[in-house]
DNA sequence: TGTATATTCTAATAAAATAAGGCAAGAAGA
DNA sequence: TCTTCTTGCCTTATTTTATTAGAATATACA
């Protein structure tokens, strides 16, 4: 049960970060390994959770969802603690809930179809047991929107780390 | 050249905002058409840019980044719009960029190895032109994440705009 | 060094996607 | 109303892709 990765498993996660529906057989082509093998990486990938799911970009407006926000809670200490999380995970307004340091202990990232909605959302947030302050901020407009994981990059992360181990370039197949 | 969505359409993007790998015969399955019918529909979704693109949720931690930040930028005025958003473009540290309303202009959501580089990333900021202020926020836990978009609620959110316009039982096949 | 484990390959089989052609329903126009 | 055009779907045939099984190679560990 090795849990390493290597240069293959992050190019893998690289390629499909750009494109998660390409094919195994354009993948093996990137990291030069036969089909089987690349198959069998991406299921090791995935249960060992470091790929948790494959997803979707949208366009948000075209579907109608005219109003994104992020929205900043302040609850008052753990004691309501589980009950908001039970809500956050109920609501289908909030896309992303994260506990963070700083003013407010959560941000909210939330979608909806228009101002009347979001309204309806707030006062609801505002009710839960718990909810000391909301904070909102809309979103005008995106910039940058990037899945992308840089097969670099977590290299660099991970060797101080002393979990990559090795690339051989043995292990690479003639085309 | 119809940009109209139907119910029919609404399922594939519910399935594949749920597994973006999912088969054409699968998804065929799903909303009871041949297909060859799915695959057009599919290309159709993508060509008229609902469906961005496909990717991939990985575990960051498990690659290396351990932290996670909501950095609110403030600049002055739209003088250095142009070059702030350059430098937002080239920055991999940079996940998401926001321009929003409230405190700052700019919501960034930021992906690094560790404090040091963190810190070395914000010190690169304040020193854009018309960056006046940053606040940061260290993401602690992500309690939610989804990219469900619900056919039913995509359905509401349309119809009135009267963009959507028909579900014909009919026109669903014996399976 | 010897043994056990990991990873890869090839080849055969099964499954899926693509491409071509045709049919039927609905829309647009005479 | 009738005709024509378009759209969306189907089926079938072909090509491409994925899966499975089994053998070989390389790696890790005692």
Chains 1, 2 share one sequence.
Not at 11 to 21: A, M, P, T
Not at 91 to 99: A, G, K, R, V
Not at 113 to 127: A, D, G, V
Request: proline fraction near 1%.
């Amino acid at each position: 049960m090795s849990g390493h990765l290597d240069l293959i498993d992050l190019k893998i996660i690289e390629s499909l970060g750009e494109n998660g529906r390409l094919r195994l057989s354009e993948l093996a082509e990137v990291v030069a390994l036969s089909i089987p093998s690349v198959s069998e990486r991406l299921d090791k990938l995935q249960k060992n959770g470091i790929i948790r799911s494959f997803t979707m970009e949208v366009d948000e407006r075209q579907l109608g969802f005219d109003i994104q926000a992020f929205v900043r809670v302040r609850i008052d200490s753990s004691k309501h603690y589980k009950s908001f999380m039970e809500h956050v995970l109920q609501e289908d307004e909030i896309m992303e809930c994260f506990s963070v340091t700083g003013e407010g202990s959560h941000i909210l990232k939330v979608m909806t179809h228009n101002t009347s909605s979001l309204e309806k959302f707030l006062s609801r947030i505002q009710s839960w047991p718990g909810v000391l302050e909301t904070n909102t901020s809309f979103v005008l407009s995106q910039l940058k929107r990037t899945r992308k994981i840089s097969a670099e990059i977590v290299r660099n992360n991970l060797q101080d780390r002393q979990v990559l181990i090795t690339f051989d370039e043995k292990k690479s197949r003639k085309v």
